[in-house]
């Protein structure tokens, strides 16, 4: 069984950068696609952006598209948001998912994921 453990969100002026961290225990998340979203109050999840199981793709939403990046470290078994130039808009919690089922290679769909972590609240000031 993977847990994920989202940390660094926090309080962020609007321009300055926060990178989010993702980590698991069990299996190694190279194994898996991941994803990042977010949900802001009285709003519906959507999708942030997401890594292929190599890590050799990408894919983000054009709402973040150039400035915010998902990576992974292997040896930390972790996978990282860089979110720079945040907006105000970027305020909600955010999650990160796996496809531990490994149907999928990459996915931007809530449904593709079947394991997420408890969220970390992220708020950008003007």
């Known amino acids: 069984q993977v847990v994920l453990v989202e940390l660094g969100g926090g309080l962020v002026q609007a321009g300055g950068s926060l990178r989010l961290s993702c980590a698991a225990s069990?299996?190694?998340?190279?194994?898996?696609?991941m994803g990042w979203f977010r949900q802001a109050p009285g709003k519906e999840r959507e999708f942030v952006g997401a890594?292929?199981?190599?890590?050799?793709?990408?894919y983000y939403a054009d709402s973040v598209k150039g400035r915010f990046t998902i990576s992974g470290d292997n040896a930390k078994n972790t996978v990282y948001l860089q979110m720079n130039t945040p907006k105000p808009e970027d305020t909600a919690v955010y999650y990160c998912?796996?496809?531990?089922?490994?149907?999928?290679?990459?996915?931007?769909?809530?449904?593709?994921?079947?394991?997420w972590g408890q969220g970390t609240q992220v708020t950008v000031s003007s």
């Open positions: 069990g299996r190694t998340l190279n194994s898996y696609a």
């Open positions: 890594i292929e199981r190599s890590g050799d793709s990408t």
């Open positions: 998912e796996a496809d531990t089922t490994r149907r999928w290679l990459i996915a931007r769909v809530a449904a593709a994921y079947d394991c």
